[in-house]
T-cell receptor
Framework: NAGVMQNPRHLVRRRGQEARLRCSPM?????VYWYRQLPEEGLKFMVY????????ESGMPKERFSAEFPKEGPSILRIQQVVRGDSAAYFC?????????????FGSGTQLSVL | GIQVEQSPPDLILQEGANSTLRCNFS?????LQWFHQNPWGQLINLFY???GTKQNGRLSATTVATERYSLLYISSSQTTDSGVYFC???????????FGGGTRVLVKP
């Protein structure tokens, strides 16, 4: 049973370009969470999705950022018109259910560098 | 939102030493997890421990939910224990993990 898969592992973009980060949850998991980690800091919650639904996007910047988790395929975190401040590690986690008494399993992250 | 404070922020250990990392949180929780982020950035789930005590090899953890803190013990530390240790919680009736700022551990040979 493969773990949470994120790709690409590293992504380099120039200012103004779009960045697309992909996350395939563990098999059978229908809940996905995205977190951002700035250098030397902890992880900050961005968005929580269930298949085809956004449950909680309270940590998402209001502009340029969007996330989806379609019925088929991976979850996508999309950043439009990237700026240097978007440079960070973006982690995805998945869980089997919405129960709070559960472990979350994290992917290896995507390191986004904006030139 | 809930606040999660970890101490100390940095820790330098000689190989073989023991240490204790602390996590304080500001509200009732029903989920608490400890993670190790290795030097390559990978997050490894160490413990799911909303209350009580658990042990896994040289690592053990204790959470006293009523007093809103958790402790992670590292015994006989090894250089492979280096990295950042994060505590993360979900507050009661919440739905997302909130992370502390981490404790950066360096184990010297």
């Amino acid at each position: 049973n493969a773990g949470v898969m994120q790709n690409p592992r590293h992504l380099v973009r120039r200012r103004g370009q779009e960045a697309r980060l992909r996350c395939s949850p563990m098999k059978g998991h229908s809940h996905v969470y995205w977190y951002r980690q700035l250098p030397e800091e902890g992880l900050k919650f961005m968005v929580y999705l269930q298949k085809e639904n956004i449950i909680d996007e309270s940590g998402m910047p209001k502009e340029r950022f969007s996330a989806e988790f379609p019925k088929e395929g991976p979850s996508i975190l999309r950043i439009q018109q990237v700026v240097r401040g978007d440079s960070a590690a973006y982690f995805c986690a998945s869980s089997l259910d919405r129960k709070t008494n559960e472990k979350l399993f994290f992917g290896s992250g995507t390191q986004l560098s904006v030139l | 939102g809930i606040q999660v404070e970890q101490s100390p922020p940095d820790l330098i250990l000689q190989e073989g030493a023991n240490s204790t990392l602390r996590c304080n949180f500001s509200d009732s929780v029903n989920n608490l997890q400890w993670f190790h982020q290795n030097p390559w950035g990978q997050l490894i789930n160490l413990f799911y421990i909303p209350s009580g005590t658990k042990q896994n090899g040289r690592l053990s953890a204790t959470t006293v939910a009523t007093e809103r803190y958790s402790l992670l013990y590292i015994s006989s530390s090894q250089t492979t224990d280096s990295g950042v240790y994060f505590c993360a919680v979900i507050k009661a009736a919440g739905n997302k993990l909130t992370f502390g700022g981490g404790t950066r551990v360096l184990v010297k040979p």
